[in-house]
């Protein structure tokens, strides 16, 4: 478990010191007491915290789905050495036979 300042929280949330402290108080952002001298905040709890505010978020605006499978039909090659020369000669005549189209002049 590793503690930071408030003022360190504050820094990773974007906020002012001020607010950091006001979070802490109203127990929005995970905080202990620290030898009767202060607050400090449980790193890991707050990075947890801001990682989950941050899936919600893009979740919420339509960028990222729940879904885990990529709906694309590609194959994707293993990772782990390069092709052979006969390889590549194959990958490179497969890219040069898509279709391509032309635009007529008027």
Known sequence: M???????AASLL???RATAYRMALEGRIPTVRWMKRGVRVHAEKLQQMIDEAAAASICAAGGMSEETECPT?????????????NQMEKELDA??????????KH
């Open 2 to 8: 590793s503690l930071i300042s408030v003022e360190q």
């Open 73 to 85: 039909r590609e194959t994707i090659r293993p990772i782990g050495g390069s092709l052979s020369h």
């Open 95 to 104: 890219l040069l036979a898509l279709p391509t189209t032309r635009r007529q």
């Open 14 to 16: 974007c906020v002012s």
